[in-house]
């Protein structure tokens, strides 16, 4: 079982920039790949970004790329979403999620808004 806490979200306004992070218990952190979700008003809930293996394999929606990049800290059981050049429609609910491949997304954390002014 895996728990994860997100923190770091907030009122920005446009062209501004965001770090969010999550943090996982559990002694396996390095063997899960990581991910973030974000959920606009109204919207579904889509992806964003992930980062596989310990090392960091990334992948990014294309509504992101370039703007945003995930990392992770295997010694802090941490992984990190930094948000550059935000825009209005950046705004909503991000979610931190994890799994083991080759099974889906298996963990959730609870959400941090970010809410993008223009």
């Known amino acids: 079982q895996v728990q994860l806490v997100e923190s770091g979200g907030g009122v920005v306004q446009a062209g501004g920039s965001l770090r969010l992070s999550c943090a996982a218990s559990?002694?396996?952190?390095?063997?899960?790949?990581m991910g973030w979700f974000r959920q606009a008003p109204g919207k579904e809930r889509e992806f964003v970004a992930e980062c596989r293996w310990s090392y960091c394999s990334t992948d990014y929606a294309d509504s992101v790329k370039d703007r945003f990049t995930i990392s992770r800290d295997n010694a802090k059981n941490t992984v990190y979403l930094q948000i550059n050049s935000l825009k209005p429609e950046d705004t909503g609910v991000y979610y931190c999620?994890?799994?083991?491949?080759?099974?889906?997304?298996?963990?959730w954390g609870q959400g941090t808004q970010v809410t993008v002014s223009s």
């Open positions: 999620t994890a799994r083991v491949p080759p099974f889906t997304w298996q963990y």
């Open positions: 559990g002694r396996t952190f390095s063997t899960y790949t």
